[in-house]
């Protein structure tokens, strides 16, 4: 098949990198040993077919080795331009700027990195520097990223509190609380908020349409830089390029990432307005003071312009009736289970949230984990049971009782009705074991 010895790259793997998260996979049963992909699907070491419906934690949202991408980064292989730009002026993520900002109707300026945490970063920064104020918001249940000032944003819970002190000045707010925001904003020296559109480690879970409007005209009066971490809801996921298309108003930042790289390549993106931008790093000696050595870089480009060709709006209606059909499905098949509190969706991004049922089967506990007895194990219990059937799900970071689906945008609706169907039978058997 390859050069590539994949099977001993699993063995390495464990001993070179990290082998608590292989045991963890272990424990799980997740299929993890994933050798190819066929036909948008993955087949395992025991030829098992696997049908991710995480779309590869959001970066396959165009479906695992996409052929337009992968030809797009081959011509551009055989071509004599240079992979890296030395002057840092690199022509490729001009092209990729262009072109992204087309396609938001709204926005001017980008600035490229590889990862999301990366992109939440350049927004810190830039919000500060702009708007020459220290205090920072974010909203309780976020996840911005990991690294430190990404991480200051975040809810707190294991992924955070090992690494205090954290960034200072920075505040979350309660979810969703117009009184709470208006308060925090009221002296006009908050330099920026970071909301997600929609939380998905922190649940599912939308804000109001009241909460939206209020975030955008407060943030407006008080001079506070409005950034939506659109890293997950971005790129089609929810039927529109942007989530944040239909908010009342823009926000002054948006940043995403996964997709944008086509499934190949580790791309981010901020995309704000120039005059914003020009307000933070516009003298000579400002003007690279936030870089990062690969930005830009040429092959990350060509992948992003690749996948924007391929996200057109036929597919962003497809992704928004897939959605309807899949939330059809899953409530004629689950609506009424026992164990299933609510179902929340928009476009391609599903919510299951679980409740918490009273039989120690089904906690922690029971699973030789006493100090955790008091969280739910129903969440990892399912996708257990699914990960058999070959679907791939998992619980959301923060709220381990919510199941998180969010397949490819090419997804069928045969797949998405025969993944409702095994969820019900999957359910019904944890029914059973009480
Ligand atoms: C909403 C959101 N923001 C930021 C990030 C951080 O992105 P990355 O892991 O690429 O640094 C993630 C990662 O999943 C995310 O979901």
Redesign the pocket.
């Known amino acids: 098949m390859s050069e590539y010895k994949v099977s001993k790259g699993y063995r390495d793997f464990r001993k070179y990198v990290n082998a608590g998260l292989v045991t963890l996979c272990e424990l799980s049963s997740e299929p993890y040993k994933v050798i190819r992909a066929q036909d948008g699907a993955l087949i395992d070491e025991e030829g098992k077919r696997l049908h991710d419906f995480l779309a590869g934690?959001?970066t396959q949202g165009l479906g695992h080795l996409n052929s337009a991408v992968r030809q797009a980064l081959r011509d551009y292989l055989d071509t004599e331009i240079p992979a890296f730009f030395t002057s840092a002026v690199s022509p490729m993520a001009g092209l990729l700027a262009a072109k992204l900002c087309e396609r938001t109707k709204h926005y001017d300026h980008c600035w490229f990195a590889s990862?999301?945490?990366?992109v939440?970063e350049a927004a810190l920064k830039l919000a500060r520097a702009a708007t020459k104020r220290t205090r920072i918001l974010s909203l309780r249940g976020a996840?911005?990223?990991?690294?430190m000032g990404?991480l200051a944003l975040m809810e707190p819970g294991p992924f955070k509190d090992a690494f205090g002190p954290h960034l200072p000045e920075v505040q979350a707010l309660p979810w969703g609380c117009i009184d709470s925001l208006k308060a925090a904003l009221s002296n006009k020296d908050v330099a920026a908020i970071f909301v997600?559109s929609v939380q998905?480690?922190g649940g599912v879970r939308w804000l109001t349409s009241e909460y939206v409007e209020a975030l955008g005209r407060l943030t407006d009066e008080m001079g506070t830089v409005l950034v939506a971490?659109e890293?997950?809801t971005g790129f089609g996921r929810m039927g529109y390029f942007l989530h944040s298309e239909t908010w009342p108003r823009r926000p002054d930042i948006v940043?995403m990432?996964?997709t944008l790289g086509g499934g190949y390549m580790p791309l981010?993106a901020m995309v704000t307005k120039s005059e914003l931008f020009a307000r933070a790093y516009s003298h000579p000696l400002d003007v690279e003071s936030h870089n990062s050595t690969f930005s830009g870089n040429s092959l990350a480009c060509v992948a992003g312009m690749a996948a924007l060709d391929l996200l057109t709006d036929e597919l962003l209606e497809g992704a928004r009736d897939k959605g309807a059909f899949f939330l059809d499905c899953l409530k004629r098949e689950i609506g009424d289970h026992e164990f299933v509190k609510e179902i929340r969706s928009e476009g391609l991004l599903f919510g299951i949230e679980l409740v918490n049922p009273e039989h120690p089967y089904y906690s922690f506990e029971y699973l030789g984990l006493e100090d955790m007895k008091a969280v739910s194990a129903l969440g990892f219990l399912l996708t257990h049971r699914l990960f058999k059937d070959g679907y791939l799900v998992n619980v959301c970071g923060h709220r381990w009782d919510v199941l998180r689906i969010h397949p490819a945008l090419d997804v069928t609706r045969e797949q998405l009705e025969d993944f409702a169907r095994c969820c019900r039978r999957q359910l019904d058997h944890l029914l059973s074991l009480t």
């Open positions: 934690w959001g990862g999301g945490s990366e939440v996840y911005h990223g990991c690294t990404s997600e998905i480690e971490d890293i997950q940043v990432g996964k981010s």
